[in-house]
């Protein structure tokens, strides 16, 4: 069965960095475009970040030029980079492929 599974989300100061994991399996992994949602309360869960099975990228535009989606086929993984996190970065972030959800992963950007 699909499975997607979110780690290495925490608490981070304002300014920080936070990298996020998301490890695939049950499908074949490097065929399809995996995303990153998030979802802050109160509010709609949002695009955060897209790749394609060929590398291409596309973010959301609260996070373009501080985030960065990677993927590894050979290890079925995809990665978020956050830098420069602000406190409107807070949310429960979701891995997304094959139209199948992760748990997700707190982050929260506090002093």
């Known amino acids: 069965q699909v499975q997607l599974v979110e780690s290495g989300g925490g608490l981070v100061q304002p300014g920080g960095s936070l990298r996020l994991s998301c490890a695939a399996s049950?499908?074949?992994?490097?065929?399809?475009?995996m995303s990153w949602y998030r979802q802050a309360p109160g509010k709609q869960r949002e695009l955060v970040a897209a790749?394609?099975?060929?590398?291409?990228?596309n973010y959301g535009d609260s996070v373009k030029g501080r985030f960065t989606i990677s993927r590894d086929n050979a290890k079925n993984t995809v990665w978020l980079q956050m830098n420069s996190l602000k406190p409107e970065d807070t949310a429960v972030y979701y891995c997304?492929?094959?139209?199948?959800w992760g748990q997700g992963t707190q982050v929260t950007v506090s002093s």
């Open positions: 790749i394609t099975s060929g590398g291409n990228t």
């Open positions: 997304y492929g094959l139209s199948r």
């Open positions: 049950g499908f074949t992994f490097s065929s399809y475009t």
